[in-house]
Nanobody
Framework: HVQLVESGGGSVEAGGSLNISCVASGVTRNAYCIGWFRQVPGKEREGVASIYAGGGRPHYDDSVKGRFAISRDNSKNMLYLQMNSLKSEDTALYYC????????????WGQGTQVTVS
């Protein structure tokens, strides 16, 4: 089965940058969508960025457009999220997620990595 493991979270000052990673294993199909969500206590999980394995333009939430960049290294089964110009409101638990369907139907989740911006 699909397993997703995030890493790279931490604490950073506002205006700084951070790169978080996700390694995916157990992916059995070539067609899938993989991405990042985030959640703060008391709020619903929200989509940050996602990309289809077959390519195409990545999708970003309006709140991170121009600041975050999602990328993949298929040879290493890795997913990355480069986060620049970080704001305090970016503080959250960031989850890696994958679906064999569309980005409206993510079903596999990692355990999350905490990003704190102060």
């Amino acid at each position: 089965h699909v397993q997703l493991v995030e890493s790279g979270g931490g604490s950073v000052e506002a205006g700084g940058s951070l790169n978080i990673s996700c390694v995916a294993s157990g992916v059995t199909r070539n067609a899938y969508c993989i991405g990042w969500f985030r959640q703060v206590p008391g709020k619903e999980r929200e989509g940050v960025a996602s990309i289809y394995a077959g390519g195409g333009r990545p999708h970003y939430d309006d709140s991170v457009k121009g600041r975050f960049a999602i990328s993949r290294d298929n040879s290493k089964n890795m997913l990355y999220l480069q986060m620049n110009s970080l704001k305090s409101e970016d503080t959250a638990l960031y989850y890696c997620t994958l679906t064999y369907a569309t980005r409206a139907d993510f079903g596999y989740w990692g355990q999350g990595t905490q990003v704190t911006v102060s």
